[in-house]
């Protein structure tokens, strides 16, 4: 038995008992057609009818009103078939928006948790590029230091061979290794 089978079987199960329902209170004891029945014996009995008349009268009125109350019945249980599958359709597609909605939200809340992330990730690399900046200085200032020294150095190593040529040491020259022995005491 096959999905279509199945529901074939359940939707005439269906409809059967919808039938069967709406049948059942379009005859009802205190319905349209009970009262029409009352009434068209009141009339036959105030007005003396005849008991044939009244047979052939009352079977083409019953037949006519039952004919009418079946049909109306049978069109009744479709449309309220058709308007529970309606409504099922209807129940199916809000699922499906609730199950998009939800997932909608549960994606908002990831990338809202990334971005939490993110902005605690760009925090740490400011704090940890200013805690850098000191230590670029210090560097810096030990290059600088190390390039007065050499300076100094070149300078010193000028005078020594000077005076290691016997030549003396132009006093520009010692006032400028001086200076600079001068410039890395001060730095320091």
Avoid: W
Avoid at 126 to 143: C, D, G, H, N, S
Wanted: hydrophobic letters at 40%.
């Amino acid at each position: 038995m096959g999905i279509n089978e199945a529901n074939i079987r359940k939707r005439k199960t269906l409809y059967s008992e919808i039938y069967a329902e709406v049948l059942e209170r379009t005859m009802a004891e205190y319905s349209p057609y009970q009262k029409a029945v009352d009434l068209l014996d009141d009339f036959f009995v105030k007005f003396k009818i005849p008991e044939n008349l009244k047979c052939q009268t009352i079977s083409g009125i019953l037949t006519a009103m039952c004919q009418t109350a079946t049909t109306s019945s049978q069109a009744t249980s479709i449309q309220l078939l058709l308007e529970s599958d309606k409504l099922d359709l209807e129940t199916e597609k809000l699922e499906k928006e609730i199950q998009l909605l939800t997932a909608q939200i549960g994606l908002a809340q990831a990338e809202q948790d990334l971005t939490r992330e993110r902005i605690k990730l760009v925090k740490a690399q400011t704090e940890a590029e200013l805690a850098k900046k000191p230590l670029i200085e210090r560097e810096m200032a030990v290059y600088d230091d190390n390039l007065r020294v050499k300076e100094a150095e070149i300078l010193k190593d000028l005078a020594s061979g000077y005076l290691i040529g016997g030549v003396e040491v132009p006093s520009g020259l010692h006032q400028a290794v001086m200076n600079k022995i001068d410039l890395i005491s001060n730095q320091s």
